[in-house]
Every structure is written in C-alpha cells, then in structure tokens.
C-alpha cells in the first residue's frame, strides 16, 4: 500500500489528483462545493483509490504504447516522403490515427479508471466510516451545476468533470454500488489501527 501525504493547495478550482506513490493534491476550491464530511472523503477515496490500483503508471504504460505507435508512424511518414507518396494523404492517415487511438484506447481507457477509483472509493470511504450516499449526492450535484454554464460553481468545477464526467451512467454505476457497500458497511472491520489512519473523528 502507497504511504499516503496529502496537501491541500491554494487554488479556488474545484480539483483533485492523485500522483505516483500516493501523493494526492485537493485544491481549497474543493470545500465550498461539497456539503459535508462525507462528500469530502468520497472525493479524497476516489484518489486513493486510483493511487491503489496504480492507475498512474497503467496511463504511462498506455501513453508509453501510444508514443511507441506514433513512431513507427513517423518512420512510415518519412519513407512516404522519400517514395514521393503524397505526403499530404500520408499526415491525414497519420492525423486519423491519433484520433482513432485516443477514441479507441485511451478515452475508454480513462473511463475504466474512473469507474474502478468511484467503485474501490465508495468501498474505502464506507469502510472508514462515511455515508456512501454522499457520492451520489455530490455528483447528481455536478452534473446539476454543470448544466449552468454561467455560474461561478460551474466555471470552478467544469475542468474536473472534463475528466470526471457525472453523466448518466456514472451515477446507474454508483447507485449499483451503493447496495453493495452498504452490506460492506454493516460487516466492516476497523481498517488497521484507527490512530493510523486518521479517522479517530469519525
Ligand atoms: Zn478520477
């Protein structure tokens, strides 16, 4: 399990990102938009959860492949340029490719993380003690918020949900779950010592 440090930063966006070997940033623009403790902790268990399954170093990975691709690419570019090929048709095949690659590999990719760091989150947020409802509350505010472009709230939260989409099927997908964590939460055991991991409050 990472050690986990986690700092609050000045910056009034609604944000929050987790890096390699569990360090995790939550930006002060985070407090005025959740209503409660609950909320809070849905939105740190989520980072938690992504620094969990390593979801930083499948992205480089991921990227890694992509950049390896696209070298490849250039080289067939080059010698399209040496054939006398039409170079123009040869970049548009290339342009085609990126595209084709982000909507077939990394967006889907970034969903799947997405989805398993609100899953493993409401698992961690429930098993220290936090209401599961929270999650869904919060990100059927979201998606409220976002529909109200002209707001400030909006403005501050609109590049968080530009990777932490709330659509519809995030939400069918946390209120599945809820089900299940709340039979977690009545079976729960303590998560190791209580003065260790900070939730001596709650
Ligand atoms: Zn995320």
Redesign the pocket.
């Known amino acids: 399990m990472p050690a986990f440090e986690f700092r609050m930063i000045s910056d009034s966006n609604f944000n929050a990102r987790?890096y390699f070997g569990g360090k995790i940033l939550v930006n002060a623009g985070v407090l005025p938009v959740v209503q409660n403790d609950d909320e809070f902790a849905f939105v740190i268990a989520?980072?938690m959860a992504?620094a969990l399954a390593r979801?930083a170093g499948e992205t480089a990975s991921w990227e890694i492949a992509r950049t390896k691709g696209f070298q490849f690419a250039s080289f067939i570019n080059d010698w399209a340029a040496e054939s006398r090929l039409q170079k123009k048709s040869v970049e548009l095949v290339l342009q085609g490719l990126n595209v084709a690659s982000i909507l077939t590999v990394s967006l889907p990719h970034d969903r799947l993380?997405?989805s398993e760091?609100?899953h493993l989150g409401l698992i961690l947020m429930t098993r220290a003690g936090y209401r599961p409802q929270a999650a869904v509350d919060l990100w059927r505010r979201m998606a409220e918020v976002q529909t109200n472009t002209a707001s400030l709230l909006s403005k501050a939260i609109a590049k968080y949900c530009s990777?932490?989409p709330p659509d519809a099927e995030r939400l069918a997908n946390l209120k599945l779950w809820l089900t299940e964590t709340a039979s977690n939460r009545q079976n729960a055991a303590p998560l190791g010592d209580s003065s260790q991991n900070g939730n001596d409050q709650k």
Do not use: I, K, M, P
């Open positions: 987790c989520h980072e992504h979801h993380q997405e760091a609100d990777s932490h």
